[in-house]
């Protein structure tokens, strides 16, 4: 994803823009107390009047008859409507290009009825770069909300791909819904960047960006790549995925990396368990019959089969024995309820399976 440049410099007194590596160098130096070091945001919220100018300039151009360009104009009244947020003017915009352009008015009508097709609105028109890009873009933040709304989220990243914030009437939602498309794909990474981004403008933001923001920050900062948190994680998008339709190759693709996840947790804690054998005495085995409750050390790695995930959703089914392994292993060393999130999805790929053999 690129992130959009950086602002102009501020004229302010006393202030200066620096780049990462001048930080650094002052760090080392020592600055007078009166010095301030502030930073520019990459974007910023556009004022209701800067967007109406921005749309009456766009209609006067268009070829509207007399009622259907009062009806336009009287969407962008003088003066400074309160309750204009970003997502109002956004629905306000998208009202107007209805007006204009047919293909709008469809769009507008598909995504404010009742949906039950697992199939979004066909938009890949879009993509016509003739179309006035004032329409084009706003109509793709419009489109990629409503896409959001119904946990669509890979189209959500296709339709805002290479969107820019100064292109949009509401570059807030456009940082808001890529952030939590990318954090339910579970790319934590990118969710942090745009989330970085997002919160340049904390103070200007709606409450409901800025909670969720916050709710956002505070869940990332714990997640690490390949912890049995982070497998969980993309356990649920791939349920998100079938839930809704998707069962081809980025599905499988998903369904492998767990899995491979897993081999790679698993063999770590038999290494754990083996060098904790190793300095409590060795490889010398007890004469003592074993207690039910307790469960005998692994010798040898244990093998996860890799398993050819073609395009059948029973990929996940280890063999019986060597599931039950696993799942001692990770009941052993990490609490409860990781076994049971583990066991419930093999439960669940299993009678998805034989539910639905054509997959």
């Not at 336009?72 to 409507?81: I, K, R, V």
């Amino acid at each position: 994803m690129k992130i959009p440049g950086r602002s102009k410099k501020s004229n302010a007194p006393r202030r200066s823009r620096l780049s990462p590596l001048s930080i650094i160098a002052l760090s080392m130096m020592i600055l007078p107390a009166q010095a301030e070091i502030t930073f520019e945001a990459s974007w910023k919220l556009p004022s209701y009047e800067q967007v109406r100018a921005q749309m009456l300039t766009w209609l006067d151009g268009a070829n509207l008859n007399q009622e259907d360009d009062f009806q336009a104009h009287s969407l962008w009244p003088a003066g400074n409507l309160r309750a204009s947020d970003g997502s109002a003017l956004l629905d306000r915009a998208v009202e107007t290009f209805a007006l204009v352009e047919p293909r709008a008015k469809a769009l507008l009508d598909a995504c404010n009825a009742p949906h039950k097709d697992p199939l979004p609105p066909q938009a890949d028109w879009l993509e016509d770069t003739t179309l006035p890009d004032v329409l084009r873009f706003n109509l793709r933040l419009y489109y990629a909300r409503w896409l959001a709304q119904h946990n669509l989220y890979d189209e959500v990243l296709q339709t805002l791909d290479d969107l820019k914030t100064d292109e949009v009437v509401d570059p807030a939602g456009l940082l808001f819904y890529r952030m939590v498309a990318y954090h339910q794909v579970v790319d934590p990474d990118r969710s942090r960047l745009v989330l970085a981004q997002l919160l340049e403008q904390e103070e200007q933001l709606s409450r409901r960006y800025l909670q969720v923001a916050q709710l956002l920050r505070r869940d990332l900062a714990g997640l690490k790549d390949e912890s049995l948190d982070h497998v969980a994680r993309r356990m649920n998008d791939v349920r998100r995925r079938l839930d809704i339709g998707r069962a081809g190759k980025q599905v499988q693709v998903v369904e492998k990396s767990v899995v491979d996840s897993l081999d790679r947790i698993i063999k770590k804690l038999e290494q754990q368990q083996q060098q904790q054998s190793g300095q409590s005495g060795g490889a010398q085995q007890s004469s003592k019959p074993m207690q039910d409750s307790q469960l005998p050390s692994m010798r040898a790695p244990m093998k996860v089969e890799q398993r050819n995930i073609g395009n059948q959703s029973g990929w996940g089914d280890l063999p019986a024995k060597e599931r039950e392994q696993a799942l001692q292993q990770i009941g052993r060393e990490f609490p409860a309820h990781y076994r049971q999130l583990i066991e419930q999805y093999f439960r669940e790929l299993a009678d998805e399976s034989s539910t639905n053999p054509s997959r």
